[in-house]
């Protein structure tokens, strides 16, 4: 079992950056594949991005392709999100994930995922 606790969220105006991390604890952090998801309100929670386990691979949704990046780093066991030119239409909890399957294509549905953080706020004001 892995504990997973997002950081990182927050107020910002449009146009703005923000990078969230996910530091997990437990099991080794480097079996779990690992996605980001959002949810606005009266939204369902809907994919953002993953990775792989190793980092080497990486899948975005097409909604924040070119400004939102997926990364981790194994040795701190830590996924982050950078999100760069934010928009108002970006403002959600955001979640981090862990997919413990060993299959290698990235999971981009939440009932793939077994283990969720508690979320962090970003709020993007226009």
């Known amino acids: 079992q892995v504990q997973l606790v997002e950081s990182g969220g927050g107020l910002v105006q449009a146009g703005a950056s923000l990078r969230l991390s996910c530091a997990a604890s437990?099991?080794?952090?480097?079996?779990?594949?690992m996605g980001w998801f959002r949810q606005a309100p009266g939204k369902e929670r809907e994919f953002v991005a993953a990775?792989?386990?190793?980092?080497?691979?990486?899948y975005h949704v097409d909604s924040v392709k070119g400004r939102f990046t997926i990364s981790r780093d194994n040795a701190k066991n830590t996924v982050y999100l950078q999100m760069n030119s934010l928009k108002p239409e970006d403002t959600a909890v955001y979640y981090c994930a862990a997919d413990k399957s060993s299959i290698l294509r990235l999971s981009t549905t939440d009932y793939e995922y077994d283990y969720w953080g508690q979320g962090t706020q970003v709020t993007v004001s226009s």
């Open positions: 437990g099991r080794t952090f480097s079996e779990y594949k």
């Open positions: 990775i792989s386990k190793s980092g080497g691979r990486t």
